[in-house]
């Protein structure tokens, strides 16, 4: 966890969730408006072996570092997630079938496609450069 200063400085860097305890490989990670992380893990299924066959996406804490909930898929890779819709309300899931052999192609049929999940939380609207302080 950080904060930066309006010149783009770098400050207060502390150490707010171990990634060690995750059963995968954080990728693609997003933030909600209350400032939580969801972290899908690529190569989940691969590495877990409990949750029958599933991948794994965390939702973790933005404020304690706390697990919050898990969501699991029947797709071996799961590579990112984004918030979309006209109020972000949609969280945007993309998975890979590039590492898959055609055996488990067949099995994953829905992998390499985005899925859209309901969550309820919502994203939240970041402001660039570009936009010089319009809302969004």
């Known amino acids: 966890k950080m904060s ?5 400085n770098i400050n207060n860097r502390e150490l707010f969730f171990e990634c060690d305890q995750l ?3 954080p990728d693609g990670i997003t933030i909600d408006e209350n400032g939580d992380l969801w972290a899908p893990l690529f190569k989940s299924k691969f590495i877990v072996e409990n949750y029958n066959d599933k991948s794994v996406m965390y939702k973790i804490s933005g404020k304690t570092g706390d697990i919050l909930e898990q969501y699991h898929f029947d797709i071996s890779h ?3 997630c984004q918030f979309g819709g006209e109020n972000l309300q949609y969280l945007f899931i993309t998975t890979a079938c590039d590492l898959l052999n055609e055996l488990n192609k067949n099995l994953q049929p829905s992998a390499g496609k ?6 309820g939380a919502t994203g939240r609207f970041e402001k660039s450069e570009k936009d010089n302080g319009a809302d969004l």
């Open 114 to 119: 985005i899925h859209v999940l309901e969550v």
């Open 4 to 8: 930066y200063d309006g010149d783009g």
């Open 78 to 80: 799961i590579t990112s």
């Open 23 to 25: 059963l995968g490989f």
